[in-house]
């Protein structure tokens, strides 16, 4: 069964948008993944269809309504559907490589995009919802990180990549950066590809590639180097 997306959103013009290009659009188009879009909108209030209003107890913006929210997640997401879903959030969990891999080994993700300040806390609860972040900073919306997180995922499934293999040497899949690439012209402005490289020995190119990738990972990312090789004693 190919992997299936649904994302909840109040721009669903924004989609697939990256999504229908390169690797994942070609995905998309031969049903290796599918992708459903619901516009949050469609269960707005009153004449003006809001989703919106003033946060509790004051404060600046608006907060997305529970009651929205939730009928928006129970129109296109049943009870009993066992994906996980995900509301895009800059407190939540951040989103990495072995994530993207469970991910892409089970049958699809729910991802609500949230907007103006947030969403309220209760139909967080209620319906499920794990915050995701992509990092330690805040956007407009979650309709970029879910595209971010969704083409992580995509590349991952079966048939999606073309080279056998060319994913498992990338930075974070061994829990390091990867090493540096180097291909023609052998010199360029004065800098050569390393010797080892062009040496034809398979053993000694191991070797050195590990050997970057841990100088790299340790110089660039100490946290993920601690984490990789921890301190003994």
């Known amino acids: ?29 031969t049903g290796k993944w599918s992708l459903q879009v619901k516009d949050i909108r469609d269960h707005g209030r ?23 929210l939730a009928e928006a997640i129970d129109a296109v997401v049943p009870a009993d559907d066992p994906r996980p879903r995900f509301l895009l959030s800059p407190r939540g969990r951040v989103f990495d490589q072995a994530l993207a891999r469970e991910l892409a080994n089970g049958p699809g993700a729910v991802f609500v995009c949230g907007r103006f300040e947030g969403v309220d806390e209760r139909v967080i609860e209620a319906r499920g919802l794990t915050e995701l972040s992509i990092g330690d900073y805040v956007l407009s919306g979650g309709e970029v990180a879910a595209q971010v997180v969704l083409d992580a995922i995509i590349r991952l499934l079966p048939g999606v990549m073309g080279g056998e293999g060319s ?15 180097y291909t023609r012209p052998r010199d360029f402005e004065g800098r050569s590809i390393p010797e080892v490289l062009t040496s034809g020995n398979h053993a000694s190119i191991v070797q050195w590639r590990r050997a970057e990738a841990e100088m790299l990972t340790k110089a660039r990312r100490p946290d993920l180097f601690a984490r990789k090789f921890p301190p003994k004693g």
């Open 1 to 29: 069964m190919a992997f299936a997306a649904t994302v909840l959103t109040l721009m669903p013009e924004m989609f697939p948008g990256t999504l229908g290009h390169s690797l994942a659009g070609e995905a998309l188009a």
């Open 46 to 68: 009153g004449k003006h269809r809001a989703v919106d209003d003033t946060p509790a107890g004051g404060g600046p913006g608006m907060v997305i309504r529970a009651d929205v």
């Open 167 to 181: 994913d498992i040497e990338e930075s974070h899949e061994d829990g390091l950066l990867e090493y540096p690439h």
